[in-house]
């Protein structure tokens, strides 16, 4: 049983702070992602968690144990790093097997499991290589097997996929899924890719600046995001935020445009808030190119200023209150700039936040 | 236009040119080697002599007092006195340069830089310089004439450099394989060991090589700080073969073949070590 417990977690370099007291519980094999951007900490977290750094403040729990003091190596767990650290003088056979080796385990054990390793991961095949010999995504295949072959109670990766290209990248994240419901263990998995943390994660961890912005499921955090940062950094294409004010139980965007309130925010905001008004760009869509209609709508007619054809769906570009926002247009027909087009607004999918806190209505 | 016989011209002038960079460079240790085989008469002829009229090995024969006209030189003190201080020397300086290396590669601690910047300093002072110092110190210590004596003072005289160089090595390995090896169950220590050292032993190897052969042949302080068979090494020893109006050329030369070759079989032997560009790979490609 590992359940990893931060609680009130503090790293400090000197006198420079870099995260802020974080809690954080992660249950037994569940696949936690730290996500956020360049410096938010993510890394930093996690080698604390490693006991790659020490931890300034806090306490750090593996299986209800704290772990503040103890080194790497007596926390039972494995870390594939960002550059694979594979050790260069040993062939990928002896890549595997050195955690094991290192314990003093029995030849016969070392060579079964790193064959189980080698057949989960598809590397039988390069066992006598070295990691020069290697290609990137085989590098990446072989630290993870150098993680899987001890058995650990928890994995740790530090953005083990930034080093491939984009295609290989999604077979990799995929093979990364499979390989945890295979070997069913406690992940804690950094990366800034929030399609990566969307696709792999059971719960999602946002970061920012050294602070847990929200933590959910990934449906959770895409649907109910608690504050404008989180809005904006999950998903893709990025929510719309448009600044507004609510007057008379209507959202008066600055070009003198306006929505109605969605109703269930209805009892969540002032007369004369200032707020910011947040929508996706797969709830704003042409009359007639939406995927599901009914719901509580209204109508705007807006330019399209230029439009991105994807296939099977087209990203229109237009301009609310001075400011760029795009719409999604399904089934798409060609449009061309400068088309004027009445597009309706998923008002139950449009989200409020304060513009002073930047926090969203609904969770107060 | 460039003509085919343009093209072949400079090329030829290149080869010409190495070729006689080569020779400048080569003759003279040819010229070492050529007079050890040669009567010391055949040194001062002119013309030169170019190949020995009649080689022989009676020089090294002289050296080692087998021929009955020359006090033989106690070359086996000498040469064990050279090997013994060079070697003890050199493992000493890769201790302690693996340790610095270590610590300036790896480890942020106050004054970093200026310690740093001392020692590479401490190399542009030239050795004479500090040879008198150095004579005043070790008498009073009554270190002079002794091999330890010796092996301090070329330990100082090979540490900045060697913690120079391994420090180079050891910053080309990334940290994560030796946090890699930590999270994998190592001690720090047997992380050190059986990743990072064996990663940077090619450097480590060429610090032992310039330590040693700096040791080896090192004469200016050595030939201050000794007096006797207890410490004279082999270079000092050459001296052995100036009177106070002849010098002994051919004898001098077969000592020199007789210095050399031991330095150019260490050489040899940790050459296969010295393949500078580590076959890394164990991080992104
Ligand atoms: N050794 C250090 N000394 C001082 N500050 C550090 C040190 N290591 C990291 N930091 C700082 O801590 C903050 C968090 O760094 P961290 O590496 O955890 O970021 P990250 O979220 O992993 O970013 P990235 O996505 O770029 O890897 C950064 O502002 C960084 O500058
Ligand atoms: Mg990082």
């Known amino acids: 049983m590992a359940e990893i417990t931060l609680d009130k977690v503090v790293k400090r370099y ?11 519980k992660i249950a037994h094999n569940e696949f936690v992602v730290l996500v956020g951007p360049s410096g938010c900490g993510k890394s930093t977290t996690l080698r604390m ?36 650290a594979l050790y260069p003088h040993m062939s990928v056979r002896e890549n595997l097997g050195f955690g094991l080796k290192i314990a003093k385990q029995d030849p016969k054990m070392i060579e079964e499991r790193v064959a189980e390793a080698a057949e989960t991961l598809g590397l039988d095949a ?29 994995f740790l990766f530090d953005e083990p996929l930034s080093n491939l290209d984009a295609k290989l990248r999604v077979q990799m994240r995929t093979e990364i899924k499979k390989l945890h419901q295979k070997v069913k263990t406690t992940v804690v998995y950094v990366t800034h890719d929030q399609v990566e943390a969307m696709t792999l994660a059971d719960r999602i961890v946002i970061m920012r600046d050294g602070n847990i912005e929200q933590v959910g499921t990934p449906m959770e955090v895409f649907d109910h995001p608690l504050n404008t940062f989180v809005a904006s950094f ?45 929508l996706r760009p797969d709830d704003l869509t042409p009359q007639g190119h939406g995927i599901a209609e009914g719901g509580e709508r209204a109508q705007m007619e807006l330019e399209v200023i230029l439009s991105e054809p994807l296939g099977t769906e087209t990203i229109l570009y237009t301009t609310i209150a001075g400011q760029e926002a795009q719409g999604k247009m399904y089934g798409p027909r060609p449009v061309s700039p400068g088309e004027r087009l009445v597009f309706d607004v998923a008002l139950e999918k449009a989200h409020l936040f304060d513009a002073a806190t930047g926090r969203s209505v609904a969770a107060d | 236009m460039r003509t085919p016989f343009r093209k072949t011209a400079g090329k030829v002038a290149l080869w010409i040119l190495t070729f006689v960079l080569m020779v400048i460079m080569c003759v003279p240790g040819l010229w070492v080697v050529l007079t050890a085989f040669r009567p010391n008469a055949e040194v001062l002829a002119k013309p ?34 050279s090997l013994i201080i060079a070697l003890t020397s050199t ?32 190399r542009t002072v030239p050795g004479i310089a500090l040879s008198l110092p150095v004579f005043i110190i070790w008498s009073k210590l009554g270190l002079i004439d002794t091999k330890p004596g010796l092996i301090i003072v070329y330990v100082a005289l090979n540490v900045p450099f060697t913690i120079w160089l391994i420090d180079g090595f050891f910053r080309q390995i990334p940290k994560e394989m ?14 050190f060991w059986k990743i990072e050292f064996p990663l940077a032993k090619s450097g480590i190897a060429s610090a032992g090589i310039f330590a040693f052969l700096t040791s080896w042949n090192e004469y200016a302080l050595a030939s201050n700080l000794t007096r006797s068979t207890d410490s004279k090494t082999l270079p000092v020893g050459l001296m052995d073969f100036t009177a ?16 050399i070759i031991p330095a150019l079989i260490l050489t040899f032997l940790v050459q296969k070590h010295l393949i500078a560009g580590l076959t890394f790979g164990g991080v992104k490609g």
């Not at chain 1, 490693?50 to 870390?79: F, Q």
């Not at chain 1, 020069?132 to 001890?150: D, H, P, T, Y």
């Not at chain 2, 030796?178 to 992380?191: F, I, L």
């Open chain 1, 234 to 278: 999950i998903g893709s294409p990025p929510m719309n935020l448009l600044p507004a004010t609510v007057r008379g139980g209507a959202v008066h965007f600055t070009d003198g445009k306006s929505l109605p309130v969605p109703s269930r925010l209805a009892g969540k905001v002032r007369d004369g808030q200032e707020v910011t008004f947040g």
């Open chain 1, 14 to 24: 000197g006198k420079l702070e870099v995260v802020h007291g974080i809690d954080l």
């Open chain 1, 126 to 154: 390069l066992l006598d290589r070295t990691p020069a010999e290697l290609s990137g995504g085989q590098r990446q295949r072989v630290a993870m097997g150098r993680a899987i072959v001890r058995h650990p109670e928890a």
């Open chain 2, 178 to 191: 030796s946090e890699a090896a930590q999270v994998d169950g190592c001690t720090r220590w047997q992380a």
């Open chain 2, 244 to 259: 106070q109006f002849t010098i002994d050329w051919a004898g001098m030369s077969a000592m020199a073949v007789i210095i």
């Open chain 1, 49 to 84: 968690i490693a006991g790659l750094e020490d931890i300034s403040d806090g306490a750090i729990r593996i299986g209800g144990d704290v772990v503040n003091d103890l080194p790497p190596r007596k926390r039972n767990i494995s870390m594939v790093f960002q550059n694979y």
């Open chain 2, 91 to 122: 493992a000493i300086a890769l201790l302690i340069g693996m340790s610095g290396g270590y610590a300036f590669a790896r480890y942020r601690f106050r004054f970093k830089n200026g310690i740093f910047l001392g020692l590479m300093l401490s």
């Open chain 2, 48 to 81: 030169p002599v170019w190949i020995p009229e009649d080689p022989g090995l009676t020089n090294f024969a002289k050296i080692f007092g087998f021929a009955a006209d020359q006090v033989a030189i106690p070359v086996p003190s000498y040469f064990a006195n």
